[in-house]
């Protein structure tokens, strides 16, 4: 039918079916990407919110024929980067836009609440925002920058007052980001914004068996159906079809099994993506299942069928000995054991996966371009080019709504490329929320039998722990996880005696590979779980008992290499008070139904893994500017700013003269993964070194402007590095070694309030104490403290990937606004040795480590029990409630 309507002040007529809808006409037919996609059209993300007539709403779920003579705004008609609304300007300057996937969606529901509410509070912005998700910020800053806009709004302040003056000091200063204002105006150009002209459209057909033989694919009547132009299989892959991150075992397309759940067996292209999905769904697909590895335990037991011909189902082993742990456990008088596990996880970040791909140039020199949210792109190039048989390629990076890990791993980009070098024609792969499941790795689970002894003061005398990793069916990095946990494993603390094993096992689960902390998360649930433990039976306060057992410079972690600097016994102090004032409110809470209670978890986070490198290079451009050339990816954690402004402060250059050249594989050196919290040390160390040799240069050649450096015969581009003083593996026998040279510490304290009738858990306030040396972006910072403890509190209680039942955000039970809890950061800036610019490091994980054993522990103290499997559910807590009686 014909529909009139308003988008941003221009009158448009459509003709519409019935099923099209308004977020569908925005994006394909009017080229307005600000509104976003997350789930599937299914009103659970928010991040499509426009406003109609007035009011916010989720435009997947309007259907435009019901919209005539409708009045619609969406976020390109509030403001643009140079001339943005103050809405737009209040969530750059409260720091409430990391990947900035969300922030359109939330300016318009913001928008239309503060339309009718210029002023506001905590519980009313609360339920405008409640269909709006977000899982970068841990949502405090969004409600910061939503009362901010109505001081705006109401002329109380403007944002000059509060804008950082861009000539001032660049270090410690919470300059906007440079990439804030593009993603609050909806110009940011994320991978399912980015059209190609006559690109087809691809979907893929996967597996619906954990394991089995593919017998027959017919595609008979997939062919016949609209709009199909064709199909592809592992055939037609011309490479080693293998995405190779450290092991060659996971295909571009299953040739003749699969593995999980998921796994991807053919491809159909078609012109429109709708009848790409619907011709994918009627491939047939004969399989023959086979016995199912539903565990470890099924995996390794004797005569398991082997998941991968060439290699056992338990693939790797790694052990860690320092001292003899059995010896001292005999002789400790006080030793606690216990049994924990943790689950499967989904990384959630709010973007689905995306990839476009197509042909540059013709016949066998064409380059073939891969557009997609990798944050390694030229270890992504080398794995595709392999895979596909193609040399010549490049990639692209787009803006990137959140990873957290995740895109560590291709998922589908070897499907695109893999579809444009088949067809010859330009591809776009934009799977939707349920898909993206299906393709993307998850956090292995850990299950870990656990020791701990301790003597009669106190001090911990020896650790044991058994450690068993489900690698699900494909390696990834799964060896490197349990590397990471054996790095990390004694945390915070001196334990003399260590014993440690780690298998990684191969099973019919979805596949592993990195999630936020990649390893020390798991493992360190374990050991702070069973401090806290420990106190508890020796009666000892647990922030005593872990002042008591800090690590001390000159003392050894359980890799054996000695630590020169661990300030981790003065965050504990700083937690004091705030701890001593829980301690108190919460003892009025122990009995009745709603109980409260008070927990400690904390963490020692390696930056800078031995033999890790960075290479950045600088160039002095003719506006006396400087732009970086490095592949740092920014998926949300604000590398943007770091780079800009460690290079404005070396250089003593104003903001606006840092440009950044990150993107693309062609113009950028590979510096490794943004990935392991290791930017800031690394690649900000690199680019570091190479402002200093430009300076040099310049001071050398008496220049002060790039015409006279050239004149004087210098390059005016310099190549920086930075490289770890240790390398080489840890001791396959022993797990000593070299480790990480740096540390960040963190101790996190959780207030909880728990009903004792539902088991429902409620985080009311989480108090984050850390310190990784002099912070750079005070914002920024905050905001990687806040989402990190958002995302460890739904790993705590909520969340869980169940293959075949987890299938969008509401069964993933994504942490909303309403879960959304009080935070506080207590920031101490010990500059370390070795450390970039004034001796910072990095913080993106850091929240991750301990928060969950924090909850378990608070939970503990307010009901008396131990919830050792996480997530912690209503319904564990009130069994674990009955069967204490
Ligand atoms: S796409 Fe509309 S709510 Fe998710
Ligand atoms: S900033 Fe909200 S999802 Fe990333």
Known sequence: MKVKLKVNGRLQQVVADKSLTLLDLLRDEFKLTGAKQSCDKAGQCGACTVIVNGKAVRSCLLKVAKLDGAEVITVEGLGTPDNPHLIQEAMVLAGAVQCGFCTPGIIMSAKALLDVNPDPGTEEIKKALRHNLCRCTGYTKIIDAVKLAGRFIRNEISPEDIRPDPDGPKYGVSHPRPSGLAKACGTAQFTADIIVPGALELATVRSPHPHALIKKIDFAAAEQMPGVIGVMTAKDIKGTNRLKYTVADRPVLCEDKVRYIGDPVAVIAAVTRQQAVEAAKAVQVEYEPLPVLGSPEEAMAEGAIQLHD????????????????QKALAESPTVIETHLTTQINHQAP???????????????DAQLVVIGRSIVIHKHLSMLQDALGWENMRYEEAYTGGQFGLKLEISSEGIAAGAALHFKRPVRYIPGLAESMLMTPKRHPFDMKVKLGADSEGRITAYDINIIVDNGAYHSNGDVIINRATQMLSGAYNIPNVHAVSKLVYTNNPWGSAARGAGPPQANFALE?????????????????????????????STGSVVEQWPFPELCEAMRPHYKRSLLETREYKSGVIRRGVGLGAGAFGIGGPGDQAIVAIELDPDDGVTIYAAVADPGEGNDSMLTQLAADGLGLPLDKIHLMTKDSDQTTATGPAAGSRMTYMVGGALVNAAQQLKQAMKDAGATTYRELKEAGRPARYTGTRTTLEAGPLDPETGQGPSFESVVHALQMAEVEVNTETGEVKVLKMTTAVDSGPVINPLNFEGQLEGGADMGAGFALREQYIAGQTKDWVTFKFPSIKTAFEMESIIRETPRLRG????????????????????????KDAIGVWICNLPATPDKIKAALQQRG
């Open 310 to 325: 060439d290699r056992p189902n338990l693939c790797f082993i790694q052990p860690q000995i320092k001292g003899d742990a």
């Open 350 to 364: 709010l973007e689905p996966e995306a990839c476009v791909s197509y042909l540059e140039g013709e016949g066998e």
């Open 529 to 557: 779980c069973a401090v806290n433990m420990l106190a508890d039976k020796l009666g000892k306060d647990p922030l005593e008992m872990r002042i008591l057992n800090s690590l001390q410079p000159g003392q050894s972690k």
């Open 836 to 859: 970039t610019g004034k001796g910072s490091t990095g913080v993106g994980e850091m929240t991750m480590v301990p928060t969950a054993p924090a909850i378990i522990s608070a939970i």
